[in-house]
């Protein structure tokens, strides 16, 4: 089960609907761009990220989310370079 779901997300998306094995779902390639724009994208992308910092609690998740839509570069846009920028960048913001 995800992390976090539509309704947990604190910001406002478009929501525009593309198949699920599309790669800004599922992640893979890790040089798949994220739009930090797309719920669906952003959504996919946190739950990943999730899963793989064992994270149960939903307040990680959306910390991301705000680092994601406030704080993360716009040069940083693939999904292997937004995750490491979350790791480099986690303990400097709230």
């Known amino acids: 089960m995800p992390l976090l779901t539509k309704s947990d997300l604190q910001f ?15 992640g893979k390639p890790d040089s798949t761009l994220l739009s930090r724009n797309e719920g669906y994208e952003v959504l996919a992308f946190i739950n ?15 910390k991301a989310e705000r680092l994601i839509k406030n704080h993360l ?4 846009r693939s999904h292997v370079n937004v995750w490491q ?10």
């Open 85 to 94: 920028w979350l790791v480099d960048n986690w303990n400097n913001y709230q």
């Open 12 to 26: 406002s998306y478009s929501w525009t609907t593309i198949p699920s094995d599309d790669p800004r779902i599922t």
């Open 48 to 62: 990943r990220v999730a899963a793989a910092s064992n994270w149960v609690q939903k307040a990680p998740g959306l």
């Open 73 to 76: 570069p716009g040069t940083t």
